[in-house]
């Protein structure tokens, strides 16, 4: 059998988008993931997202997130923007307003600009943060109400990081300049004991009161040109301890995402997705 796919990517970010009943039969849902996401051998991306129609009581779709090595995310900010870029793309939903359930809850889609078929702006509500150290979840000698200015020893030396939950637990390391290891730091810290669901690691680098810049290690992905989630949690901590205000632009090398941190503690996510091919993967 063939699987028909769109592949979209958020600033460099991709993700192959999957209608659920599209999905091969004849094998586990991670050995799928490891085949299609290879990068030399499948068509090659940062995870996929499936989708499945809702009866628009609760929500219009359900977008599960598949991570590359066959792990579940709770959520992406990048590959739900994906997946409703596809929607819009297929014609399968054409209101502006777009709501997806996700393991994380109910999220939000504003369509706010289409240039064609190929560029999509949305507006996405995707939650409120959660900053207790037994919701990020981090291991501490003791509970936090919140996970700020901690220590953690990796590879023999002791960096400070805060975390938070924003949908996918997420843990910033402060720096003035990215001349470290931090491709080593991030894939040591991401499957440290004390994150018992793993973490992404993001490298945080301000560079004004509106202005922060990024370098991500994901969990289950690796390095990657952007990141939703890790946009948010790094603007909602910059803020939280602050260093920022609470609307800020991120800089990744993929490009810029507006975060905007509402007053009512909702965040709120600016970026655009951008279709890269659809084509046939023949599973067998």
Not at 77 to 86: E, K, L, P, S
Not at 91 to 120: C, H, M, Q, V
Not at 243 to 255: D, L, Y
Not at 264 to 269: I, P, T
Request: proline share 4%; aromatic share 10%; charged share 25%.
């Amino acid at each position: 059998m063939t699987v028909s796919f769109c592949k979209f990517h958020g600033f460099g970010n991709d993700y192959i988008v999957i209608e659920q009943d599209r999905l091969p039969t004849d094998m586990s849902l991670m050995e799928f993931a490891e085949k299609i996401c290879h990068r030399h051998t499948g068509v090659g991306s940062d995870g996929f997202a499936v989708l499945s129609k809702l009866d628009g009581t609760e929500a219009d779709f359900h977008c599960e997130i598949i991570n590359p090595d066959g792990s579940v995310a709770g959520f992406s900010g990048n590959g739900t923007r994906c997946a409703a870029a596809y929607l819009h793309f297929r014609r399968l939903w054409t209101e502006p307003k777009l709501r997806l359930r996700t393991r994380s809850g109910i999220k939000n889609y504003d369509l706010i600009e289409r240039i064609g078929d190929a560029t999509f702006w949305f507006d996405a509500e995707i939650g409120k943060p959660k900053f207790e150290s037994d919701q990020v979840p981090v291991i501490l000698p003791t509970p936090r109400p919140a996970v700020v200015n901690e220590q953690i020893e990796i590879n023999g030396r002791v960096y400070g990081f805060s975390a938070v939950n924003v949908g996918n637990p997420v843990a910033c390391i402060f720096v003035n300049t990215f001349d470290l290891d931090w491709r080593i730091i991030g894939r040591s810290m991401e499957r440290h004991a004390v994150f018992p669901e793993g973490v992404n690691v993001v490298f945080v680098r301000v560079i004004d009161r509106e202005n922060i810049e990024l370098r991500i290690w994901e969990r289950g992905a690796g390095e990657t040109s952007s990141s939703g989630t890790c946009s948010s949690g790094a603007a909602v901590l910059s803020s939280l301890l602050l260093k920022t205000e609470r609307t800020v632009s991120v800089h990744s090398p993929g490009g810029m995402t507006k975060v905007d941190w509402r007053d009512d503690d909702e965040m709120v996510l600016t970026g655009r997705a951008d279709l890269a091919f659809c084509g046939e993967w023949p599973a067998q």
